[in-house]
Nanobody
Framework: QVQLVESGGGLVQAGGSLRLSCAASSRFFSIYTMGWYRQAPGKQRELVATITSGGTTNYVDSVKGRFTISRDDAKNTVYLQMNSLKPEDTAVYYC?????????WGQGTQVTVSS
């Protein structure tokens, strides 16, 4: 299991930006597919973006063109740059690390976008 610690959440006005960070404890960080998920009140957790060990990225349609996932393997950290935020982006954002049968989650960080 990998220990994951998210940071960077907060309150922002619509149209603003935030950058989330997720620091991982594993020295094997570079082999993991890293992802960001979110869960809004009363809704299921949904995938936001993923990045593979080779740098291939994938996004849910609702954030394409606004969010960017990246990773720094030297710092064992994955980022989510969120621009042009909308009220519907309000949720708890979770970091995920996946490799074969190993799947780890962070504790989550709250993002609130006011209109």
């Amino acid at each position: 299991q990998v220990q994951l610690v998210e940071s960077g959440g907060g309150l922002v006005q619509a149209g603003g930006s935030l950058r989330l960070s997720c620091a991982a404890s594993s020295r094997f960080f570079s082999i993991y597919t890293m992802g960001w998920y979110r869960q809004a009140p009363g809704k299921q957790r949904e995938l936001v973006a993923t990045i593979t060990s080779g740098g291939t990225t994938n996004y849910v349609d609702s954030v394409k063109g606004r969010f960017t996932i990246s990773r720094d393997d030297a710092k064992n950290t994955v980022y989510l740059q969120m621009n042009s935020l909308k009220p519907e982006d309000t949720a708890v954002y979770y970091c995920n690390a996946e490799w074969r049968l190993s799947n780890s989650w962070g504790q989550g960080t709250q993002v609130t976008v006011s209109s």
